[in-house]
C-alpha cells in the first residue's frame, strides 16, 4: 500500500503540468524510495525522468513496489480541484484500481477526496547510460526559458556552443538568424542568478526548439535548470527539486 | 540538413 503526503499540492501540481504535454499514460513507480516516473514522447525523442524521494514527503509509507498507470489529462482534472497551499495524499492499496487523492486546507477545516481510476500501461523502460558530461552549464531557469520562447518564432532549432568563455544559443530560420551568449558570473548575494559553466571540452548540440520549450515548463519547480552536453548525445536538462529532481532527455539533431 | 534523431538508438530498452 501507499501513502505519501505533501505539505503543499502546489509541488505535484506543478511537477504534472509540467510533463502532461510530453506524456499522457504513465506508470508513476512506487518503492519505499519514494515516486518515480520515467516515460518516452509519443515521438521517442524526449524522456522525462521524475523522483520524489521519500524524505521530500512529510509522511510515506509503501510497503510493496506499486506501478499505478495513470493518464495525466484524468490526474489534472483532479488535481485541479485542489488549491496550491492544500495538504495533498496520494492513496493506493495494493491491488487497487484506482489512487485515491486527498485535499486538506490548512485550516483543516475542508476535506476533500477524489478517486481517479488506474489503467494498465505496458510501458517500455529506458536504461540511460552512464555519460561523461563534456559540459555542465547551471543557470536561472528563466534565463533559459526566456532564450527558448524569444528563438521558438525564427527557428525550430537551438544549437548549443559550450566553451570554457561561456555558452552560446544560435538559432537560424528563414527570417534571419539570432544568438545569446552567457558568460559565467557569480553573485554571492543572489546563487540563484548565477551562470556556472563546469566544461572537459567545448561542446556543440543541435536541439528542438519546440522540445526544449516544453521542458521549461519546469520552470517554476527550480530557480537553476542544468543543461549537460555531450558531442552526438542526448541533452540531459534537470531542475532539482527539494527532494528528487525532474530530468528531461532529448536526442540531438544530427547532420544527415 | 539535419535530422531529429531518436533516443531509442542511446538508450536502450530493458
Known amino acids: 500500500m501507499l501513502e505519501g503526503k505533501l505539505e503543499q499540492a502546489s509541488l505535484f501540481k506543478k511537477v504534472v503540468e509540467a510533463v502532461r504535454e510530453l506524456v499522457q499514460d504513465c506508470n508513476f513507480d512506487c518503492t519505499e524510495n519514494g515516486l518515480a516516473l520515467q516515460a518516452m514522447d509519443t515521438s521517442h525523442v524526449s524522456l522525462v525522468s521524475l523522483l ?52 486538506e486546507n490548512t485550516q483543516q477545516d475542508r476535506m476533500s477526496e477524489y478517486a481517479l481510476k488506474l489503467m494498465d500501461i505496458d510501458q517500455e523502460h529506458l536504461g540511460i547510460p552512464e555519460t561523461e558530461y563534456a559540459a555542465s552549464i547551471t543557470m536561472p531557469s528563466t534565463e533559459f526559458q526566456r532564450i527558448c520562447r524569444d528563438m521558438q518564432s525564427i527557428s525550430e532549432s537551438i544549437t548549443i556552443d559550450c566553451t570554457k568563455g561561456g555558452v552560446k544559443f544560435t538559432c537560424e530560420g528563414d527570417i534571419g538568424s539570432g544568438s545569446v551568449t552567457l558568460k559565467p558570473n557569480s553573485s554571492a548575494d543572489k546563487p540563484e542568478l548565477c551562470t556556472k559553466i563546469d566544461l572537459s571540452e567545448p561542446v556543440s548540440l543541435t536541439l528542438s526548439t519546440k522540445y526544449l520549450l516544453n521542458f521549461c515548463k519546469a520552470t517554476g519547480l527550480s530557480q537553476q535548470v542544468t543543461l549537460k552536453l555531450a558531442d552526438e548525445n542526448p541533452i540531459l536538462v534537470e531542475y532539482p527539486l527539494s527532494a528528487g529532481h525532474l530530468r528531461f532527455y532529448l536526442a540531438p539533431k544530427l547532420d544527415e | 540538413i539535419q535530422k531529429q534523431r531518436r533516443l531509442l538508438s542511446y538508450f536502450p530498452e530493458i
Open chain 1, 52 to 103: 520524489l524521494t521519500a524524505d521530500g514527503f512529510s509522511e510515506y509509507r509503501c510497503d510493496r513496489n506499486l506501478a499505478l498507470g495513470i493518464n495525466l489529462v484524468s490526474l489534472t482534472k483532479i488535481l485541479r480541484c485542489g488549491n496550491n497551499e492544500d495538504i495533498l495524499t496520494l492513496e493506493a492499496g495494493d491491488s487497487a484500481d484506482s489512487l485515491v487523492v486527498r485535499f
